[in-house]
């Protein structure tokens, strides 16, 4: 597929501006081959008046409608070949093993909500009698409820999957299948990636006989095209994957609107493991070993990256062995220049912390791992050392006390995950710290690592704010369709009046 730069406009391109940008090549920061152009306001308008036209026929398509044009898509991503793994790697300096399995992830999670919608039962019906009113045989009326599409959607691509959180990713597919037409905001950091998927998208569409506004891609290297579809009164709910900054504004733009949308926002944690008496008893240098592979896997730019860890005093014979495990591995380039910057003033900043011991030599150069030590009262009084800083670090709290620990877990922000290692006996000895933790996160992990997130049915990728905006939510998972979602309730309708998908999930 020949790479243009452009905008994709409801199956078309579209080049009305003549603001250009490049992505960089992380290995070399050298720019790519390929200019692209920033969308206009107009192009802006254009493409969210489609999905709003689009959206009045895409809505009343059947789960087997969309589940088909779903399988499309998938198809069409396997369909590009090596071009697509090769471009993702040029841009993101991701290894094509990595982006071959990000790939088969996404196609997969593609399929996977094919198969939920091709089902009624998803739009989870609901009916009851209505007592205080009566059809004409005396007896109740009835009420059913259903869930319905919410309506047009911007969603934002991430930076460190551009796969499986991009274009097709989990926020563009579970809003396609609830019914929602999507406009994507591609990320200037993998523009070509995020074309060359767009299009295959289009094409899908095209295939599906279904109307060519379900789906645009917008690219811009700037905050003003994102900021203009947040506050466009078309849209009516945004995804978003990245940072805390980025993610908090687009919420107060939203939630600041004559008509306020939901936001739903992962916007990343320090996903605290902590580790128990028993476990490192018995188990010290395998879990300092698989802590290491797990704070270092694609180079710490995982969201659900262990950032911080706790456990009790007495126990440095574990963060030696941390320590010598993350000294010897080799991190790669990170995604982008500008995220490289960040990861090194963030560890400088911690570094400067009272009360916080540093294990590595630090030049404030290059990409390595790094470990930092500190106590519970001064990670109480820094709040900051619980705070992510994206790439391969950690910080350790050293606990006196099994009230220390549990102090400072009532004290944590919310996270996407949090991670228990311990034995039966530890369980029974820390129940307090399972209750206070289920409050703090979205997913709890048991003698694992939170590294990594599958997808399939029961999966929670969110939290309590500041990991994510709506912690009743998942951006991972088939419980995502209902973000882009409502409720609707008939009263007293015969029947043949009734949706039906409705009438469906009611007899299957």
């Not at 396997?78 to 040029?90: D, V, Y």
């Not at 295939?207 to 891609?217: E, H, Q, R, Y």
């Not at 009164?233 to 306020?260: C, H, M, N, Q, W």
């Not at 369980?427 to 690592?449: H, P, Q, S």
Request: proline share 6%.
């Amino acid at each position: 597929m020949q790479l243009t730069g452009k905008q994709w406009i409801g199956g078309e391109s579209s080049w009305e501006g003549l603001e250009q940008f490049q992505a960089y090549t992380p290995h070399n920061n050298q720019p790519t081959s390929t200019v692209f152009y920033e969308a206009t306001g107009s192009e802006i308008e254009q493409a969210v008046k489609l999905a709003d036209e689009a959206f009045w026929t895409y809505r009343k398509t059947s789960g087997a409608q969309r589940a088909d044009f779903l399988e499309a898509i998938a198809e069409g991503i396997l369909a590009l070949g090596p071009q697509l793994i090769e471009t993702a790697s040029q841009e993101s300096a991701l290894p094509i093993a990595r982006l071959e399995g990000e790939r088969g992830r996404t196609v997969g999670q593609l399929r996977l909500f094919a198969e939920f919608i091709r089902n009624d039962a998803w739009i989870n019906p609901i009916s009851s009698p209505l007592q205080a009113v009566k059809q004409a045989n005396g007896e109740p009326a009835m009420l059913h409820q259903m869930q319905i599409a919410l309506g047009p959607v911007a969603v934002f691509g991430a930076s460190n999957f551009p796969l499986a959180f991009s274009v097709a990713g989990g926020d563009t597919v579970s809003a396609l299948a609830a019914g929602c037409p999507v406009v994507f905001k591609a990320h200037p950091a993998h523009p070509a990636t995020c074309e060359l998927v767009g299009r295959t998208i289009a094409e899908a569409l095209e295939k599906s006989g279904l109307p060519a506004g379900v789906f645009s891609l917008l690219q811009g290297a700037t905050h003003r095209v994102g900021e203009s579809l947040v506050q466009h009164p078309l849209i009516k709910a945004v995804g978003f994957t990245g940072s805390y900054r980025g993610g908090k504004a687009l919420y107060d733009l939203a939630v600041r609107r004559p008509e306020p949308i939901p936001v739903y926002a992962e916007m990343g944690s320090t996903n605290p493991v902590f580790f128990l008496p028993g476990a490192l008893e018995q188990n010290k240098t395998a879990l300092a070993t698989g802590f290491a592979a797990s704070v270092t896997q694609g180079v710490g730019q995982f969201c659900t990256n262990p950032g911080l860890f706790v456990l009790e005093s007495g126990h440095t014979d574990f963060t030696d062995e941390l320590d010598r495990q993350l000294a010897a591995i080799t991190c790669g380039a990170m995604l982008t220049e500008g995220i490289k910057q960040a990861y090194q003033k963030g560890i400088t900043r911690l570094r400067a912390i009272a009360g916080t011991q540093a294990t590595a030599q630090w030049t404030g150069d290059g990409v390595q791992p790094h470990l930092l030590l500190t106590n519970v009262p001064s990670a109480l009084q820094h709040p900051e050392l619980s705070e992510e800083v994206f790439g391969p670090s950690t910080v350790g709290v050293v606990a006196e006390s099994k009230a220390e620990i549990l102090a400072f877990a009532r004290n944590l922000q919310g996270h996407l995950t949090a991670t228990i290692h311990g034995t039966e006996a530890d369980l029974a000895e820390y129940a307090d710290l399972i209750d206070i933790l289920t409050m703090k996160v979205g997913r709890l992990v048991f003698n694992g690592f939170p590294t990594g997130v599958e997808v399939n049915h029961a999966m929670v990728h969110g939290g309590p704010f500041p990991a994510t905006t709506d912690s009743r939510s998942t951006s991972v998972g088939t419980g995502a369709i209902y973000r882009f979602t409502r409720p609707i309730c008939f009263q007293a309708f015969p029947e043949s009046a009734l949706p039906g998908t409705l009438l469906n999930a009611m007899t299957s």
